[in-house]
């Protein structure tokens, strides 16, 4: 389980941090996509790690709720 959303978690902060690069360069179609593909991909380690384990993942809650209002915040 931990593997599973942390890959995920990891990929999506990936996006996120590419999204501000592409920002940055002023290149803002490329930034969304980043944006989106960083959110999605937090909602499907998440929902991938519940279907293997939902009393482990009470550990990674915090860091999952932070993550995602920063991503949906962007």
């Not at 803002?28 to 991909?41: F, K």
């Not at 499907?44 to 209002?69: C, L, P, Q």
């Amino acid at each position: 389980m931990a593997l599973t959303y942390k890959t995920a978690y990891y990929l999506s902060l990936t996006y996120y941090f590419c999204g501000l690069v592409a920002e940055d360069s002023k290149k803002r179609g490329e930034a969304v996509c980043y944006y989106e593909n960083a959110l999605e991909r937090l909602k499907d380690g998440w929902k991938n790690a519940e279907k293997i384990s939902s009393d482990r993942t009470a550990v990674y809650k915090d860091a999952h709720t932070f993550t995602n209002d920063i991503l949906t915040f962007k």
